[in-house]
């Protein structure tokens, strides 16, 4: 059984959703872009959150288009809009979406960070997949946890931070997310019967950066975690201090773009 394994509420999911905007909306908008004309669309955000894609969209798809935003939980301060609508939905392989909205056509479906931490992903993109319009695309972007330091105080400090990346990884997939989604999205969506592209990219990451800050509050949201398997308080400290120092430099995660088009 699958659960989500970072915070569903309080200043620590607001923060992650506040830097999940700040880190990759700017990519998200131009492939988006690239392989959708929004005025007027239908665009369905898998796993929402903080909701500044789907708060986008709907600017974009204009007063003919609708954008469904789905996720487990209800952010505060999630943008209202009069062409937003949003739905509060555990999405699985038997109920991808809440009922009234299966029969729905869409000429977007996009997927941030979301569908990898969904039980039944492979059965939720192949649904979602059959619902596109024509020329429709289901856009799943996902990280490829790969993260390594660049530049620490000591070999010490730099060898501890990978370990808290590996413990990081270990407890996701203790929660049930699949760290190798990434890697496998293209062929599900290819099996769903779409025409299949993707796109690779990455950036450096200093203390005190929003990415370094990224990796920090995750860390803080598995510390529990992370203190049950092998870490001490000092230990999550210490790489805390890290993620803050502008002399660390590490390189962030890489994201992993995989869209499919229905021909
Ligand atoms: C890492 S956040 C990504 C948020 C957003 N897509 C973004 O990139 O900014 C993952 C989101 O997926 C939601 N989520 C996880 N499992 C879910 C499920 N089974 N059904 C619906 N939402 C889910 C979480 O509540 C969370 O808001």
Not at 49 to 57: E, I, P, Q
Not at 80 to 107: C, F, G, N, Q, Y
Not at 146 to 168: F, K, N, Q, Y
């Amino acid at each position: 059984m699958s659960r989500y394994a970072l915070a569903d509420s309080g200043p620590l999911a607001t923060l992650h959703h506040e830097v999940l905007a700040l880190l990759w909306d700017d990519t998200t908008r131009p492939l988006i872009n690239k392989a959708v004309k929004l005025p007027g669309a239908a665009c369905l955000d898998l796993g929402s959150g903080g909701g500044s894609v789907a708060a986008w969209l709907a600017s974009e798809v204009g007063n003919t288009g609708l954008v469904l935003a789905v996720d487990r939980v209800l952010q505060p301060g999630f943008p209202i809009r009069s062409t937003l609508h949003h739905e509060v939905h555990e999405m699985t392989a038997r109920a991808p979406l809440p009922s009234k909205w299966m029969r729905h056509t869409w000429d977007l479906v996009h997927a941030r960070l979301a569908l990898v931490h969904m039980e039944g992903r492979d059965e939720i993109a192949t649904a979602l997949a059959g619902r596109l319009k024509p020329g429709g695309v289901l856009l799943i972007t996902e990280l490829v946890p790969d993260g390594r330091v660049l530049r620490a105080p000591s070999d010490e400090d730099r060898d501890l931070v990978h370990r808290i990346l590996v413990g990081v990884a270990d407890s996701f997939v203790a929660s049930g997310t699949d760290r190798g989604w990434s890697l496998r999205a293209a062929a599900v969506l290819a099996d769903a019967g779409l025409e299949v592209s993707g796109a690779r990219y990455g950036r450096m990451w200093r203390g005190g950066s929003h990415g370094a800050g990224f990796v920090a509050g995750t860390v803080l949201q598995l510390q529990s975690d992370l203190l049950e398997r092998e870490f001490t308080p000092a230990q999550i400290d210490r790489a805390l201090e890290l993620f803050m120092d502008p002399d660390f430099l590490m390189s962030g995660h890489l994201m992993s773009s995989t869209w499919g088009t229905k021909r």
